[in-house]
């Protein structure tokens, strides 16, 4: 049994935490105690980021001091500003351009020199890298559709911002908050592989950007960020193909390909963030007078459901749901990272408060013995 | 027992792989069969390179075509250099100037757009990557000197060429061939923490670049690659204080201090590595007419091992053999990136034969069912 191969490491327990928890029985997802539910609608994502990362939600004065903290961070220097600038007119893929931007960061940032377990200098490497991903990837979107950067406002939120620097408009109260939402649902989820890989990097006290950076290229994989776009890609088949979305799944499943958005890993029912996002997406396009991609995604979810048994995952509904906000496809993954930056660095932190280096070990089943020939002579 | 905590995942065998195996009792390390001083003697990188890559060693005419292959992709894109230019001068550090650098070549790779998983595309980015990376390195460590950086050639092997680059002047065969010897030795070793990095990422079907982006942050760290700068830094304190290297060591001892380079998880006796390396390091004292520094390490060697029972590792006497051979201190890690970068791209291509996505649990340990209160009421 000790060299059972773990491959995936499907059910290893490799940590304690005390950030999130998933019950993928009951469809449940809590941070520190609280449901997902609970801080959608009634935390804004700075809140659920402080939640994180000071372990508990702060009142009133520590938000604002919070807030204040981060929005003054939202500038990027010159320097990492000149790399974006030249990966988006070199039509860089998002997630690579973001994963650049992040891992220059650290060369500008003030606590580059810190110790790398230093709580606090984390603390402020963190609201910075948090503070600075939004800017990067309104700037890297805006160039390479020749446009000018959008310069940060630090009297808008972390959610309004980014869609103001996006789209060089602020943002009506109804698309901040959805989009506010979105973030705070993607925020954590456990040990998944990108916050993983963030762990396994940190163990050996490697620095924060390091650990970031390899978050943001494990999550642009397909089998985990890569999913939402993948979603809206396939929406955007079955609309362009004029057939029933039933039909059109059920001839995919024949052909046995895979439909994007279902199915996970820790959860046997339907993902609590699908829910709360399905009904994002329905509101949004009642609000647009058209409720097309909501009604396919039902009409999809409900057949899956049925033939399948398989239930929809986050990626399912926020794909429609950033769509209908007008953003651009191939950057909902990126957002995802913009996100879910709050839990990689909370996860970090805690690594480093109790650091163990992370080696694992393979069954060797390769050649044994094998008798050394000089090249000339092969 | 599902529950127990495997931090660390120290004895967790977590893959299949024909690439590296480790005999910790016996002090042995072989790749695909052939014992490392074979290797390290016979064969030179590139060979090392091939036989990780393809599985066998290669002949004559195989070599030279490989050989080719990768000296002719050895020149760096000006988008790519810029940034160099710019972390050399803004005084990055030298592991986050590679780690950017290298995750910004995905942009510029002619098969950017291949299916992640193709082997062909991936043998390809993978011999680009691990010939750009000697250019990158050693023109981020002229610019940062004021010197500018030096073309690569293509007469040159691996290991010459990147001595010709870092000093603008090609190498004598002596240290053409300890720094080849180097290489070989550093090329790869099981799943430690930063091959393990590479594949959690490329386990989503993120690209290579990706992986090896995140494998070059984890080295990073001090309890990774960045112990042979320490090392150094540590014999040089030696030499500065004027003591006797054994009372130095006996009061850093006694102080509660860690000697760098002694002790490693999966060696109980002297690691094979540094059997070989101290040779070198005797080698090249004679042949500059002063072995003090090796004459240093053997004798902390040799008091660790009876004071602590601690062998030394790999990092010990790289770090003298490096320092002989004029080489900054603090680009030994990179250095260290530069050889393991043929390792971690043979896992990559290993995990994506057969791949399944790693993603571990973590025990929840926080609070539970916490009523959320409005934040204007807390």
Chains 1, 2 share one sequence.
Do not use: C
Request: hydrophobic share 35%; aromatic share 8%; proline share 4%.
């Amino acid at each position: 049994m000790a060299d059972e191969v773990k491959k995936g490491l499907e059910g290893v327990v490799v940590a304690e935490s005390a950030l999130s928890h998933i019950d993928g029985d009951e469809g449940k997802l809590i941070y520190r105690g609280y449901t997902i539910e609970d801080l959608a609608r009634g935390a804004s994502y700075e809140e659920v980021l402080y939640l994180l990362w000071h372990g508990e939600l702060p009142n009133r004065d520590e938000l604002d001091s919070f807030s204040e903290s981060m929005s003054e961070e939202r500038e990027v220097d010159d320097g990492v500003m000149n790399t974006v600038r030249e990966l988006a007119e070199s039509d860089s893929e998002p997630m690579g351009a973001l994963r650049t931007a992040v891992s220059m960061l650290a060369t500008y940032d003030p606590d580059d020199d810190s110790d790398p377990a230093d709580r606090e200098a984390n603390l402020r490497k963190g609201r910075r890298i948090t503070a600075k991903i939004p800017t990067i990837l309104a700037a890297f979107t805006r160039i390479r559709n020749g446009d000018e950067p959008v310069e940060p406002r630090t009297d808008l939120g972390h959610a309004a911002n980014f869609l103001y620097m996006l789209n060089d408009e602020e943002p009506d109260d109804v698309l901040a908050d959805v989009f506010d939402q979105a973030l705070v649902l993607h925020a954590d989820h456990g040990l998944n592989a990108s916050t993983f890989s963030a762990m396994v990097t940190s163990s050996t006290l490697a620095d924060l950007h390091s650990a970031v950076t390899s978050a943001i290229g494990t999550l642009s994989g397909s089998l985990h960020g890569g999913a939402n776009a993948n979603v809206m890609r396939m929406l955007k088949e079955v609309d362009d193909s004029d057939r029933d979305p039933v039909d059109w799944v059920d001839t995919a499943l024949d052909e046995g390909r895979r439909v994007a958005g279902f199915g996970h890993r820790v959860y046997n029912v339907k993902d609590p963030r699908a829910k709360i996002l399905s009904e994002q997406s329905e509101e949004l396009g009642e609000a647009a007078g058209d409720t097309k991609w909501y009604e396919m995604s039902v009409a999809i979810e409900e057949y899956m459901k049925e033939e399948k048994g398989l239930a929809p995952n986050v990626d399912f509904y926020s794909a429609s749901t950033y769509y209908q906000m007008g953003i651009p496809i191939d950057i909902y993954t990126p957002i995802f990272a913009l996100s879910r930056a709050g839990g990689w660095i909370a996860h970090v932190l805690e690594q480093y408060e109790d650091n163990r280096l992370i080696r694992p070990r393979a069954k060797y089943v390769g050649d044994e013995d094998v008798e050394f020939v000089p090249i000339d002579e092969r």
